[in-house]
């Protein structure tokens, strides 16, 4: 009987370890990013509309269906009202979740450049640690577990503020949705231009 167990224990295959996209940030090895960076923070937190927009290129890309305009930039996120604007919140988030430096591109979050693969329409991960994976879009519903950074398949959102997701190892559960990063997430590019960083597109959808 021991040795039956000792046999099953020892050709008993482990579970998959899931894999993780942990946020990294590759733009420190640019000095003069990296100070820029630290500006733009400082925008955000002033809500300093006037800043913003000196910083962000002529032609910046806002949406796909719009002309690519720092006025209609503007526009879209309300800058004539900056105290309740929303750019402030989603460039915090976007800025905090890691950067990509490619080919003199700075990009954020850095999962835009090195997410999961595939399309960005497939591309869908939970974006923080140790993040609850419940039964119900509640947050007193059940917690059938945690995750961290793990790439998912996103259903439909199950109520305002939640997400249906599958997980690799086919666990399936509800995440509130500002723990859920896809593809067409919001994300912020910038390039040099005469010699200073610009944001050239804070965009979401394909």
């Not at 370890?17 to 733009?40: E, G, N």
């Amino acid at each position: 009987m021991l040795l039956g167990v000792l046999l099953i224990a020892a050709f008993a295959v482990p579970p998959a370890q899931a894999k993780q996209y942990p946020p990294r940030d590759d733009c420190i090895a640019d000095a003069s990013f990296v100070a820029f960076r630290a500006t733009l923070f400082d925008i955000a937190r002033r809500k300093d509309a006037k800043a913003l927009l000196a910083v962000v290129a002529p032609d910046v890309e806002f949406d796909f269906g719009e002309a690519a305009t720092r006025a209609g930039f503007a526009k879209e996120w309300k800058l004539d009202k900056p105290a309740t604007s929303g750019v402030w919140r989603a460039l915090d988030r976007a800025l905090s979740r890691g950067c990509s430096l490619v080919d003199g591109e700075a990009s954020a979050p850095y999962w835009y450049k090195h997410g999961p693969d595939g399309d960005l329409a497939e591309i869908a991960l939970i974006n923080g640690e140790r993040v609850n994976l419940r039964t119900a879009p509640s947050p007193t519903a059940k917690i059938v577990r945690t995750a961290d950074w793990e790439s998912v398949t996103v259903g439909d959102e199950g109520s305002e503020g939640w997400t249906k997701v599958k997980l690799d190892d086919g666990t399936e559960g509800y995440v509130a949705s500002d723990y859920v990063w896809t593809g067409y997430s919001l994300r912020a590019l910038f390039r040099k231009s005469g010699g200073k960083w610009l944001m050239t597109a804070f965009i979401a959808g394909d």
